[in-house]
């Protein structure tokens, strides 16, 4: 079974600072690692995802993470937050063949201006 | 690219009536649906895996008579809340996964349905 820990419900950052979202998964094969994005009352918007290859992981609106499988994570930062940035995130896992996915709780990021 | 439109936004009905709510690939065929519920504050809960063409996938603890899916084409599958009651209030998310090309590992995601049962 695939399963996703993300620590703290509730992140507040400055607007201008970093953001780090933590993720570590457990996943018996390799996995596919995914970050979501959700803002109020909307679906789910695809930020970044790793399947093979590269391991640090480049999105939309300037978001990156990096694949650590010796530490089983998947961290994603912004060098510098926006207003705009303030939503609700989760780290997802599947594995090749598993159409499931596995969700973390999500971090509410909230961003002081 | 990979668009799921999901309708409608909002619904509210009476404890007892049935609701339908549709999940559209725009512009892809999807074989396989996901379909979640997302209680307030709390992440996704897999609710079932829908197939065209055949019986939908459910987890452990959801009720297949209480929640039908039915996927009749590779860009539409649809999720009928029979006989609503205020506890089956909640947000409902839909997913699609691209039969082919790079993102067929990917999950594109409607935008949600609130359901609000009186």
């Known amino acids: 079974a695939q399963s996703v820990t993300q620590l703290g419900s509730h992140v507040s950052v400055s607007e201008g600072a970093l953001v780090l979202l933590r993720c570590n998964y457990s996943s018996s094969v390799p996995p596919y690692l995914f970050w979501y994005v959700q803002y109020p009352n909307q679906g789910l918007q695809l930020l970044l995802k790793?399947?093979?290859?590269?391991?640090l992981v480049k999105g939309i609106n300037g978001f990156e993470a990096e694949f650590k499988k010796s530490e089983t994570s998947f961290h994603l930062t912004k060098p510098s937050a926006h207003m705009s940035d303030a939503a609700e995130y989760f780290c997802a896992v599947s594995s090749y063949g598993n159409n499931r996915l596995a969700f973390g709780k999500g971090n509410q990021v909230v961003v002081i201006p | 690219g990979a668009v799921v439109s999901q309708h409608p936004s909002r619904v509210i009905c009476k404890s007892g009536t049935s609701v339908k709510i549709e999940c559209r690939s725009l512009d892809f065929q999807a074989t396989t649906m996901f379909w979640y519920r997302q209680f307030p504050k709390q992440s996704l809960m897999l609710m079932a895996t829908?197939?065209?063409?055949?019986?939908?996938?459910?987890e452990q603890g959801v009720e297949k008579d209480k929640f039908l899916i039915n996927h009749a084409s590779l860009t539409l599958s649809t999720l009928t809340v029979t006989s609503a009651h205020p506890e089956d209030s909640s947000f409902y998310i839909c997913?699609?996964?691209?039969?082919?090309?790079?993102?067929?590992?990917?999950?594109?995601f409607g935008a949600g349905t609130r359901l609000s049962v009186l």
């Open positions: 790793y399947t093979t290859g590269a391991t």
């Open positions: 997913s699609a996964r691209p039969d082919r090309g790079v993102s067929k590992n990917i999950q594109y």
């Open positions: 829908s197939n065209e063409g055949s019986k939908a996938t459910y």
